[in-house]
């Protein structure tokens, strides 16, 4: 991504008690031990019934449907920091019936990601760098995408990640700072959990230059991941996040027709002619 700012518990119910049995006047049996038992005997079967609709009540009154959840996780807010785009999707989210959750930058470590599978999140919204994966022998760049931590790279730890090729390191320039770079592979084999059927939005660079780390997130259990197939500016994703998100949880549209409106309204990104796409093509008529 380019660096310049142009991107109830049910109440109980209590049972009436009967009048007192009146005093006897002189000369005049107040009731007979017949009459008591009997009114017992009426008084003990109400309260058998009323407690029996009661519990027939609390038995077949459907459960509360638990809202949608969303999560949005802002790895940029210290490098490209936007408080309008996150005030304005939460709102967003939130009117349309969302539990909206939040994550800031200085948590999206390796661990984060490794634990971001396990939360049954309907949409999950990544806005985070990423970039092209650069092949270890030949150095040039390939199509894959790597997703950023905030968590410098230290070549001591995870090792056997590193080693396998699922973790490494990645840099806004070169020269610059290193932090841990999460491969493809990394979620493939290494989140734990699965997505639930959680529609992925990738704000990144090359997110989806190629299928891989869509790929990667759908075979875990997302439904579908939607991303750039090139650069993009921070202030062009967010706007085009922020629309996406509109048509997605508000109009309810499938993600294909979606992501088209989106690129209809929006356009590409004006300065790199890159594009939202789909992953994969056949969630184009299902929502989240």
């Keep these: 991504m380019s660096r310049r700012r142009k991107w109830a518990k049910p109440r109980s119910e209590t049972v009436a008690q009967g009048?007192?049995?009146?005093?006897?006047?002189?000369?005049?049996?107040?009731?007979?031990?017949?009459?008591?038992?009997?009114?017992?005997?009426?008084?003990?079967?109400?309260?058998?019934?009323?407690?029996?609709?009661?519990?027939?009540?609390?038995?077949?009154?459907?459960?509360?449907?638990?809202?949608?959840?969303?999560?949005?996780?802002?790895?940029?807010?210290?490098?490209?920091?936007?408080p309008d785009f996150l005030k304005e999707a939460g709102t967003l989210l939130e009117g349309a019936g969302f539990d909206v959750r939040y994550t800031s930058g200085d948590r999206v470590s390796v661990d984060f990601y490794r634990k971001l599978g396990g939360h049954d999140y309907d949409i999950i919204v990544l806005r985070s760098h990423?970039?092209?994966?650069?092949?270890?022998?030949?150095?040039?760049?390939?199509?894959?995408?790597?997703?950023f931590t905030t968590e410098p790279f230290v070549d001591t730890l995870y090792i056997s990640d590193q080693k396998a090729g699922r973790l490494g390191p990645a840099f806004y320039y070169d020269g610059g700072e290193k932090y841990f770079g999460v491969h493809p592979s990394f979620i493939e084999s290494d989140v734990e959990g699965g997505f639930g059927g959680a529609t992925v939005i990738l704000?990144?660079?090359?997110?989806?230059?190629?299928?891989?780390?869509?790929?990667?997130?759908?075979?875990?259990?997302?439904?579908?991941?939607?991303?750039?197939d090139g650069s993009v500016s921070g202030d062009h994703t967010d706007a085009a996040t922020e629309r996406l998100l509109q048509h997605l949880a508000v109009d309810k549209l499938g993600t294909q027709e979606a992501v088209t409106r989106t690129m209809t309204e929006i356009g590409p990104d004006p300065s790199y002619g890159s594009k939202l796409v789909l992953y994969p093509a056949e969630t184009a008529s299902t929502g989240p």
Excluded: Y
Aim: with cysteine; glycine share 6%; aromatic share 4%.
């Design 203 to 228: 704000m990144g660079c090359d997110a989806l230059r190629s299928d891989a780390i869509a790929k990667a997130f759908v075979d875990k259990g997302a439904k579908a991941v939607i991303g750039w």
């Design 130 to 147: 990423s970039a092209r994966l650069r092949d270890r022998v030949t150095k040039e760049l390939s199509d894959v995408a790597v997703l």
């Design 19 to 82: 009048p007192a049995a009146p005093e006897g006047e002189a000369g005049h049996p107040a009731a007979s031990g017949r009459s008591l038992k009997t009114f017992a005997l009426l008084a003990t079967v109400a309260v058998v019934i009323v407690a029996a609709a009661v519990i027939g009540f609390v038995l077949l009154a459907p459960s509360p449907a638990s809202p949608p959840r969303a999560l949005i996780v802002d790895q940029l807010d210290q490098t490209m920091p936007n």
